[in-house]
């Protein structure tokens, strides 16, 4: 391991130590803000996994995070949490790998366009089901877990 890959290693645990004793330090809005970059933190590790090897550019990860985080919202009421999360991480990895499949030999801006109409596509299909169903104000979202515990969990997953 070369120096420069020791500071770079050293740094990352520095700033993910400092950022796991978030919950301790606050609780208010610094603890909400926190929830929200670790949300997109691990939303921008996700795209760059797959468009860092691929060099491909999808505009579709945003669609697939919403639809896990739909699939929690919708099904707090019916599994625990914990469950919620593996069913919408098995969820959205499933839609991808599908979509992927008949995606990936698109190239090019032909691949950013198709992306980006199923990115509308889904939003749209959401849309339309909650209209559909007589809720179209949106999906009210009660849970018991506390906001640490989002936290941590977001926090491990951009780890």
Same mark, same amino acid.
């Given at each position: 391991?070369?120096?420069?890959?020791?500071?770079?290693?050293?740094?990352?645990?520095?700033?993910?130590?400092?950022?796991?004793m978030?919950?301790?330090?606050?609780?208010?809005?610094?603890?909400?803000l926190?929830?929200?970059?670790?949300?997109?933190?691990?939303?921008?590790?996700?795209?760059?996994?797959?468009?860092?090897?691929?060099?491909? #550019?999808? %505009? +579709? $990860?945003?669609?697939?995070? &919403?639809?896990?985080?739909?699939?929690?919202g919708? /099904? !707090? @009421?019916? *599994?625990?949490?914990?469950?919620?999360?593996?069913?919408?991480?098995?969820?959205?990895?499933?839609?991808?790998?599908? #979509?992927? %499949? +008949? $995606?990936?030999?698109?190239? &090019?801006?032909?691949?950013?366009?198709?992306?980006? /109409? !199923? @990115?509308? *596509?889904?939003?749209?299909?959401?849309?339309?089901?909650?209209?559909?169903?007589?809720?179209?104000?949106?999906?009210?979202?009660?849970?018991?877990?506390?906001?640490?515990?989002?936290?941590?969990?977001?926090?491990?997953?951009?780890?």
């Amino acid at each position: 391991m070369t120096r420069r890959e020791l500071y770079g290693l050293l740094i990352s645990i520095l700033v993910f130590t400092l950022a796991a004793m978030l919950p301790f330090v606050n609780t208010g809005y610094g603890l909400s803000l926190g929830v929200t970059i670790a949300m997109y933190t691990v939303l921008s590790t996700s795209w760059s996994l797959f468009s860092g090897p691929t060099h491909y #550019i999808s %505009l +579709a $990860t945003a669609a697939f995070f &919403g639809l896990g985080m739909y699939v929690v919202g919708a /099904g !707090l @009421s019916l *599994f625990p949490f914990p469950v919620l999360v593996t069913i919408a991480a098995a969820v959205g990895a499933l839609l991808a790998g599908l #979509i992927g %499949l +008949a $995606t990936l030999r698109l190239s &090019g801006v032909y691949f950013v366009i198709f992306t980006l /109409g !199923l @990115s509308e *596509f889904i939003r749209q299909l959401v849309t339309w089901f909650q209209t559909t169903m007589g809720t179209s104000s949106g999906l009210y979202v009660l849970t018991n877990v506390d906001e640490k515990t989002i936290y941590w969990q977001l926090i491990i997953m951009a780890t």
